[in-house]
């Protein structure tokens, strides 16, 4: 085989309460990453298409780079790859980084026979993400891996799909504003109550059934946090706003996407979706920031080789 | 109607990782309670059968009399009622004054109509909790109630049944040596780590979906408690010691049942039950302290009327 060629789709991670838990796949969003096998050992990113100019062409710099080469290792390859990334994900906090990580993971994996299974792409990606980010954690790798909604335990090296709500509709806007995961990450408390550590887990676990039961109001009625969002509401500038304006427009939830600054929120009808995405945008727009919305449904399909020749 | 008889299941709260979020109902011990109409307004404890003597007559003091109190309050009853209570679940940490709760509950709303859905008979019950143990909490009682796994939030007065693992052996040791709630509530710190924060939140939302998946194996390796169980650990003689036995007599998971003293172990194996209650009443035994096996299943059907005339 010469080439490959695999998409993998944009995430929600946290998805509010399940901080480093939880995380959805989400559709209409993601990266490409095309492997070509060259003639040295190494990995080279040739080409970045998308994306907003600022991401590192520097092999170990950039999480499809570094994941890319983590897979080599592990098939014990004999020959280098080039890549091309084709970026299609707006802003920060939609699993950009991972996705790239991911598509070059399952190209690379599919460029040299598929020897590794889902599972053991995990690794490579994650430590793509946290070369980037400084910590470790698989939500969204394994949210874009695998599809669907997920459950993951970083510390634990373990994550696996629980399936979609079909009736599920997610409503991201992304701000013209990054938010880079490292300052996410710092701004964490090292210790919380023990009385908000019992209510993150009492809601996560409820969304958690809410998917067994495909019950989207359950689901998104869950989706409150009181640990992570409100250390890195700040960050995001508006964001209580916004997310009040997301909650009356109609939606049964909302929070921080991932790290940030976009910012989800969740209906049980489609017919809401774009009102609740307008309401948004509009209050970023009175604080001065622009914003893209983007309507989508759960990914239940995960990252998938598109062409291998 | 003159007289109501009804059930509830013994319980196990927390079921390790799930601090005041998850409960299990458990098959072979619980509570019966007889509710008779009397000609006054007043709940009156007639008789407690089984037991170890120390539950008090007193209804303001006993939980199946506060519960009935509360009931007789919503279904706004033109009569008092007199009650007796069955025991048989052994020792502390299984929801021993959940059950009797429970059970006056359920009995005292059948005797004047099931006016009230079982939802409804949280509050009722939760208040009885509170009043002996000082915490606010429902697992135990949501778990007697609708039977199965319960996933609840106390803060939010909400729980609910998310079914069984008919593959799941549970096995309960109980030691004579009682540990009072309030003391193991006590003990546990105000504030814990991040990390410990989300390791529990992993763990709990892993059992969660392997409920749905009906997957024992999943469940019991993900018995891990990183929050409360170091906390609770020295309040019961040998405590590691005896988790340590059930691991290696093969269960799959094991931790203090509630507030202890009770410990329960898992098995996907109903033919290795024995060989781990066993292995863990030894060590009791060795730490001076005897104990009683249960071997059960989980309990599906929860509290239920067993007789009404």
Redesign the interface.
């Known amino acids: 085989m010469k080439m490959a060629k695999a998409f993998a789709p944009a995430s929600i991670g946290n998805i509010g309460p ?5 995380g959805m796949a989400i559709t209409g969003l993601g990266d490409t990453v095309t492997a070509e096998k060259n003639r040295g050992r190494d990995v080279v990113i040739r080409e970045i298409k998308g994306g907003d100019g600022t991401i590192p062409l520097e092999t170990d710099r950039n999480t499809a780079g570094i994941a890319a080469k983590e897979v080599l290792k592990l098939v014990k390859a004999k020959h280098g790859v080039d890549l091309i990334i084709q970026k299609n994900i707006p802003g920060t906090g939609l699993g950009s980084s991972a996705a790239s990580a991911v598509a070059a993971a399952v190209a690379v994996n599919a460029l040299f026979g598929n020897k590794l299974d889902r599972e053991e792409l995990i690794p490579p990606c994650a430590a793509a993400e946290h070369s980037v980010s400084g910590g470790y954690f698989i939500d969204n790798v394994s949210a874009s891996l695998f599809g669907g909604i997920i ?6 090296r ?1 994550a ?1 799909s ?1 399936g979609t709500i079909p009736d599920l509709v997610v409503v991201v806007v992304t701000p013209y504003h990054s938010v880079l995961t490292k300052i996410s990450r710092a701004v ?8 908000l ?10 969304m ?2 809410a ?2 039961q495909k019950n989207a109001r359950r689901f998104g009625l869950a989706i409150q946090d009181g ?1 992570v969002e409100p250390a890195r509401a700040h960050l995001i500038p508006g964001f209580p706003d916004v997310k009040a304006a997301a909650l009356k427009a109609g939606a049964l939830g909302a929070s921080i996407s991932g790290a940030g600054a976009s910012v989800f929120a969740v209906t049980d009808r489609k017919s809401h979706a774009k009102k609740i995405g307008l309401a948004m945008q509009k209050v970023f727009q009175q604080h001065g920031i622009s914003s893209v919305i983007t309507v989508s449904r759960v990914d239940k399909h995960g990252a998938r080789v598109l062409r291998a020749r």
């Open positions: 399940g901080f480093d838990v939880l459950v993951s335990h970083a510390a634990q373990q696996f629980i964490l408390p090292d210790k919380v109550p023990l009385s550590a019992v209510s993150n887990m009492a809601f996560t676990a409820t958690v059934a998917v067994a640990i």
